[in-house]
């Protein structure tokens, strides 16, 4: 059985897109961080991601509408105390507050899958990124010891207490989409089978985001996070107060995901749009950046197990349809990722 850390780890990331700008010495973003004009167009649509209650009677038939025609919805009611997201946020605060020199004590490396650094996705794009983000997959005790070798504790116990909130989260929310769509119980009794506190058994990501304020010379031409779509089966995402998430609606353009106080951000990912033989999609996402404010976001991605064969459901409400993709373990899918990034789906299909 092979974890997450593992599957990342074995591909070979190259070391120039690792290490973020010194936001301390550069004051305005050099020339390679400046995007085209007509890549950063907003389209100042005014319709919105749906919000949905989960505490609603019908929020199984809302969340699988949204998810239909956006791809995306905020998530309030979910359970998730605000004490704890306010601990993680303090601690997010915390870790990106160090100076450099200590956050480069665990930087990822070109073999690594965890610890400090641009983005994975930093690679795929010919400007670079204004972002730091620090990643976890279980216990991130060795990074925290380097980092605060007198007092770590409080970083891991709160990263991984999220964690376990997170996985509840993500199943319920898994188990009900599935659900929506007619799939039978039989078919994810893989759900719920890892075991993220331990260290044999991880399929799950958290992704602290830090996106320091950037005096751009032209104004919204600096990116945070480039257009993707996460690799996930799930994500839910929390953002602070600051506007920066924006999605792409086809025949619509880019769209603000506007902040919602006590809200979770929640996409689904590649898998899922595998495991739905496409009926669902996983939404292209980015994050601009602002001049004056430094803003923070963090990622729960939430996959089944490495060694999962992903083949399309085409029981259900999708009877009768034919795969679009042919079958592949998660694992051999995050290569594809790997090697073909925005290309990854169209190359698998049928
Ligand atoms: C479990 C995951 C999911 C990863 C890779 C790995 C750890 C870090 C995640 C992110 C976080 C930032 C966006 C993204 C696109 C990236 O560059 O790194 C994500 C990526 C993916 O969804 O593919
Ligand atoms: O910062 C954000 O709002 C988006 C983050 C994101 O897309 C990610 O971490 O995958
Ligand atoms: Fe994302």
Redesign the pocket.
Known sequence: MST?NEI?ESHLYPSDRIVPVDFEAVRTAPESYVWPKSDVFSSGEQSSVPVIDLMDPNATEHIRQALETWGVFQLLNHGISSSLIEEVENEIRRLFALPAQQKLKVLRSTHG?TGYGL???AKNFSQHLWHE?F?VMGSPVDHARKLWPHDYERFCDVMENYQKAMKGLAERLIRLIFLSLGICDEEIRWLGSSDDSGSNNITA?L?LNSYPPCPDPDDGQVMG?GP?T???LITILRQGDINGLEIFKDGVGWILVPPLAGAFVVNL?DLFQILSNARFRSVIHRAVVNGTRQRYSF?Y?Y?PPMDFVLSPFCNGLNSGQAPRYRSMTVKDYISV?FNNFMTALSSIEI
């Open positions: 997450m990342y899958s983005p994975r996705i983000g990643t990501a992704q996070l993707h996460d690799t996930s990912g990622a991605f996959d990722k």
